[in-house]
């Protein structure tokens, strides 16, 4: 449909001239004002973490810290980190330089548990085989009653000549009952004089012979009773 032209001719188009503040940004000037306002928000963001409950900063890093961290079983004894079995958590680069190739510790997983239970098993069985041969060797040792021991004695007194020692007491077990002894397990008092004398020969972890000694003069023979008629 078109215009009158009368009412076309009597049309007056006005033009405005336009604004400062409606003037068109140049794209530079949009891209450091979008900046500026994420800087803002950005450092509005870190304000409230490191003022959340005492301490945002401290919570990421300790998250980050343990995300680090690796659970490990201990192969060997550490005297810094534990026993062998333990689980404990280590940084994984210090598992990875040092723990993993000096064979101080593996990953925790299913199949080194498992090797764990039955190394601890067999030592259970070790251990008790061991207890059982000392308690053998124990009763067979003190069934053999008084170690008789001749010492030359010093004229007019009860005093030896030289002494009685763990060495001449360990001989004289091995002689006697083919039982091996280690000369550092045989403990015996000062014996320097005829008597009675107690001594001890460690077999193993609370398993403890005890010895009676006799220490008598050179040529003396003990008088047995009579048989009853």
Same mark, same amino acid.
């Given at each position: 449909?078109?215009m ?26 949009? *891209?450091? #004002? /979008?900046?500026?306002? !994420?800087?803002?928000a $950005? ?5 409230? @973490?490191v ?7 401290e919570?990421?890093?300790? *998250?980050? #810290? /343990?995300?680090?961290? !690796?659970?490990?079983? $201990? ?5 810094? @980190? ?43 069985l ?6 059982t041969?000392?308690m ?5 040792i ?20 030289g002494s ?18 280690r ?13 009675e ?15 009676k ?6 040529g ?10």
């Amino acid at each position: 449909m078109g215009m009158d032209p009368a009412a076309s001719a009597n049309m007056v188009v006005v033009f405005a001239p336009a604004s400062g503040s409606a003037r068109r940004l140049s794209p530079r000037r949009v *891209t450091l #004002a /979008t900046v500026s306002v !994420l800087a803002m928000a $950005l450092l509005g963001c870190i304000l409230v @973490l490191v003022g959340a409950e005492g301490g945002g900063f401290e919570a990421m890093g300790r *998250t980050r #810290a /343990t995300k680090r961290k !690796l659970s490990i079983v $201990l192969m060997k004894d550490d005297k810094f @980190l534990g026993k062998t079995g333990d689980i404990i958590k280590v940084k994984r680069g210090h598992f990875r330089n040092w723990l993993f190739p000096h064979g101080i510790a593996k990953k925790q997983d299913t199949t080194i548990m498992k090797q764990l239970e039955q190394k601890d098993k067999d030592q259970k069985l070790v251990i008790t085989k061991m207890y059982t041969d000392a308690m053998e060797k124990k009763q067979k040792i003190e069934a053999h009653g008084v170690w008789i021991f001749p010492k030359k004695v010093r004229e007019g007194t009860n005093k030896i000549y030289g002494s009685l020692t763990a060495i001449n007491v360990a001989e004289e077990i091995v002689k006697a009952t083919a039982i091996p002894i280690r000369i550092t397990s045989v403990e015996i008092p000062k014996v320097t004089e005829l008597g009675e004398y107690t001594g001890t020969v460690e077999l193993a972890d609370e398993v403890t012979a005890y010895v009676k000694i006799k220490v008598v003069s050179e040529g003396f023979v003990e008088s047995e009773e009579a048989p009853a008629e």
